[in-house]
């Protein structure tokens, strides 16, 4: 026996995870399934007869408009990204599948949230760049903020310092007091040297009590000198750690870019050169890399 099944086309979407839109040529709603409210928080009452871009995250919105365009021209987009503003003001990452229909004179996309997968590649980025333990920028990130920074101080004609930082008496409270009390001063460190520069430069960690600091569009070359001089200070106080006040002091190699060095490798170099020299006299000092003289 032959059964006829009648099914609400606008029923079956309403089952499916993805929300389902319509917007007209005015780049309004028409339609929106029932999964439009679990994505985006409105309820598709909210929403039909309203603009469609009042929701796209604004820094989104003139690169989503320009899709809208192209997609007005015949073009497809089978994998549109971009952000919403939920009603509840959360931020949802969506990949969209959208066409344009001559017959419907609509727009008809269907929006995947996407949003876990976007946190979760941030975090595993964040992961590859920052050192664990300190969440500074690791040797990978540090050196591509070098090469940023150099390119600007070439096409600025601005000055760029590289700071190099060890921290004298470190390893005699890692043997003294044991690792967890030597990471917890690590991350203290961490802290302080991040508070003596601007937002513009870098705090990086190479390993071990070994810190860089990257300091941006220095205008004269003397400051970054004071303010190693500052972070010299800074270092030198005591640190509590588990009820333990902890005297150290660091050694700190300074160099500029061009007069020490003209990529991040020898500039790199030199500040580790400087370092040395001033562990060398006695630690607890600055030191500006000096060229070997002939």
Known sequence: MKTDLLVDLADVMDLMLNAVCVVDRDGNFVFVSAAFEQIFGYAPDEVVGKSMID???????????????????????????????????????????????????????????????????????????????????????????????????????????????????????????GHAVGDTLLQKIAQRLSGCVRESDTVGRLGGDEFLVLLNGISECEHAEMIAEKIRAELGKPFEVDSLFLQLAPSIGVAHYPAHGNDDQQLIHSADQAMYRAKKAGGNRVSVFLPATV
Request: hydrophobic letters at 40%.
């Open 55 to 177: 929701l796209v995250l604004p820094d989104d919105r003139p690169r989503t408009l320009g899709t809208v365009e192209a997609l007005l021209e015949g073009e497809s987009s089978p994998h549109f990204e971009n952000r919403w503003v939920r009603k509840d003001g959360r931020v949802v990452h969506v990949l969209w599948t959208a066409r344009w229909s001559e017959k419907y004179q609509a727009r008809i996309a269907v929006a995947h949230d996407i949003t876990e997968r976007k946190l979760m590649e941030d975090r595993l980025t964040h992961m590859a760049g920052h050192d664990q333990l300190t969440n500074l920028p690791n040797r990978v990130l540090l050196q591509d903020r070098l090469l940023s920074g150099l390119a600007h101080a070439r096409r600025e004609q601005v000055c760029l310092s590289l700071l190099f930082i060890d921290m004298d008496g470190f390893k005699q409270v890692n043997d003294s007091y």
